[in-house]
């Protein structure tokens, strides 16, 4: 079975290339394609990779990722996220191709006090968050075939992202203030590609929009605890307000994902953002020796 990865050299794509030569992906022939090899945005490109091959699947992890940016680089974020989206909705519509596509918590203005479900209205209260979720509409409009997973807080040993960023400051600093306001939970990212392989090989037909994230709730000042207390770092870490921190970008103060059609659907034991951690600090530990 032949799977399209675009965005491949960013944190997922790189994962699914760390589990690609695995026992459990070995009957799956993934095809690999950066951003240099296959801009999503070019649909000439688009249409000639998707409708020459013969691809059972495409798993989009190419985006425009920057929140911050983002707020400054409009026009950008939105021919990456929601142009790009439409482009590989349209040609996996016309190669029978079933897409895969990744998208966020901050679809959410975070104003509710209960985990979000898939129907609850998405209002983002940044640009990101608004191109993301114009690309799954652009997915919806333009393919039935499409699994939408919505997740929070990636990290892993590969490319960018909050627990790198700890280890470098925790490397380098002896005191650090991180918010304790906004709240959701951290998903390593082999957890979510892991189940990303599990939909591809079950040939499920329940398309649709789903959540996923690691089980449990924390703040950025929980999981920097964490980050620092499992990797034996001695740190003064003191726990700010996002007002204190200001960004270009506004965030969603609370951003948990109701992951119970996903587990429902899936039969899915998702494990607790902690055990993830440690998974995930070992990997980094055997890369950076
Ligand atoms: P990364 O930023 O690490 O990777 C994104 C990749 O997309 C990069 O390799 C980038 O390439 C590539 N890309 C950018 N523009 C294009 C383009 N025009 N054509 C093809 N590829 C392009 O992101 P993650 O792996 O962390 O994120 C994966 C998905 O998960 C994204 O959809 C993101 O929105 C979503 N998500 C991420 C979260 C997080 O915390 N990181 C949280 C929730 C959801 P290059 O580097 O060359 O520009």
Same mark, same amino acid.
């Given at each position: 079975m032949k799977i399209l990865v675009t965005g491949a050299s960013g944190q997922l794509g790189s994962t699914f290339k760390s589990i690609a030569a695995q026992e459990q992906a070995k009957d799956l022939d993934f095809v690999f394609k950066s951003s240099k090899e @296959?801009?999503?945005?070019d649909f000439a490109a688009v249409h000639e990779e998707l409708t020459g091959s013969d691809y059972a699947y495409c798993i989009n992890c190419?985006? /425009?990722?920057n929140v911050d940016k983002a707020e400054a680089e409009n026009e950008l974020a939105y021919r990456i996220n929601v142009t790009g989206a439409r482009n590989l909705a349209v040609n996996c519509n016309e190669s029978s191709t079933v897409l895969i596509h990744i998208s966020t918590d /901050?679809? /959410?203005? =975070?104003? @509710?006090?209960t985990p979000y479900l898939e129907e609850d209205i998405a209002r983002p209260i940044g640009f990101y968050g608004d191109t993301k979720y114009k690309g799954e509409r652009a997915i919806i409009n333009n393919l039935e075939e499409h699994f939408i997973i919505r997740t929070s807080w990636l990290y892993s040993e /590969? =490319?960018?992202n909050f627990m790198k960023t700890m280890l470098k400051l925790g490397a380098e600093r002896d005191e650090l203030s991180v918010v304790y306001d906004q709240v959701g939970t951290p998903t390593y990212a082999l957890d979510l590609a892991h189940v990303v392989l599990h939909i591809i090989k079950a040939h499920s037909i329940d398309y649709g929009v789903y959540h996923y994230s690691n089980e449990g709730v924390a703040s950025w000042y929980d999981f920097a605890k964490e980050i620092f207390q499992q990797y034996n770092i001695d740190i003064n870490l003191k726990p700010i307000r996002s007002e204190e921190y200001p960004t270009p970008a506004e965030r969603p103060k609370f951003s948990v994902l109701d992951k119970s059609k996903i587990k429902n659907t899936f039969g899915l034991q998702i494990p607790y953002w902690k055990d993830s951690l440690s998974v995930a600090l070992k990997a980094y530990s055997k890369i950076n020796i």
């Open positions: @296959l801009d999503i945005t190419a985006a /425009f990722t /901050f679809v /959410f203005d =975070g104003f @509710l006090n /590969f =490319g960018h």
